[in-house]
T-cell receptor
Framework: AQSVSQHNHHVILSEAASLELGCNYSYGGTVNLFWYVQYPGQHLQLLLKYFSGDPLVKGIKGFEAEFIKSKFSFNLRKPSVQWSDTAEYFCAVVDSGAGSYQLTFGKGTKLSVIP | DTGVSQDPRHKITKRGQNVTFRCDPISEHNRLYWYRQTLGQGPEFLTYFQNEAQLEKSRLLSDRFSAERPKGSFSTLEIQRTEQGDSAMYLC????????????FGPGTRLTVT
């Protein structure tokens, strides 16, 4: 079965610092990749997704992610974080090559941005 | 609000009781998913419906769990003879059947089994 690793449990940054959150999935084949965000007190929302094409994906609120197939990675980046980015971030994968639609999530990374 | 809705938002029950949760997906979505999330973990897949047909079930979905989507619209998830280990957030999501469709999540039902 597919699994997803998120390298950082809790990241603390000052405003305007750059962000990179790591995400690796366990094996290859055709996959669809997602980053979801959960702001305090709110439900999961999609930040960005990769299905095919350009491996550099741009999402909402200035976030982007790069799919590197050879490294089984889909790291999330933002050049300059804001206090409002404080949230928990989840990487997820769908093993679309196996005909599945279930999302397999990582454990999440909590981001705290200090004003 | 046309998002995914779930009811109730919170449920406290005693061990051994049965509970039922409801999910109303986005109206034009024909796929519906149930996930469970415990503290410090990401959501874990439980089951998936395409219209009224239940097409995938996780090994996490024990005999005590049953899900239905009788008319291909709303869905219910029932847990019989609840155990303390069932305490979790139960999330519902829906999507269209377009190739590049993402899943939209509801606010979840938090279950506490005492």
């Amino acid at each position: 079965a597919q699994s997803v690793s998120q390298h950082n449990h809790h990241v603390i940054l000052s405003e305007a610092a750059s962000l990179e959150l790591g995400c690796n999935y366990s094996y290859g084949g055709t996959v669809n990749l997602f980053w979801y965000v959960q702001y305090p007190g709110q439900h999961l929302q999609l930040l960005l997704k990769y299905f095919s094409g350009d491996p550099l994906v741009k999402g909402i609120k200035g976030f982007e992610a790069e799919f590197i197939k050879s490294k089984f990675s889909f790291n999330l980046r933002k050049p300059s974080v804001q206090w409002s980015d404080t949230a928990e971030y989840f990487c997820a994968v769908v093993d679309s090559g196996a005909g599945s639609y279930q999302l397999t999530f990582g454990k999440g990374t909590k981001l705290s941005v200090i004003p | 609000d046309t998002g995914v809705s779930q009811d109730p938002r919170h449920k406290i029950t005693k061990r051994g009781q049965n509970v039922t949760f409801r999910c109303d997906p986005i109206s034009e979505h024909n796929r519906l998913y149930w996930y469970r999330q415990t503290l410090g973990q990401g959501p874990e897949f439980l089951t998936y419906f395409q219209n009224e047909a239940q097409l995938e079930k996780s090994r996490l979905l024990s005999d005590r769990f049953s899900a239905e989507r009788p008319k291909g619209s709303f869905s219910t998830l029932e847990i019989q003879r609840t155990e303390q280990g069932d305490s979790a957030m139960y999330l519902c999501a829906s999507s269209s059947d377009r190739a590049s469709s993402e899943q939209y999540f509801g606010p979840g039902t938090r279950l506490t089994v005492t």
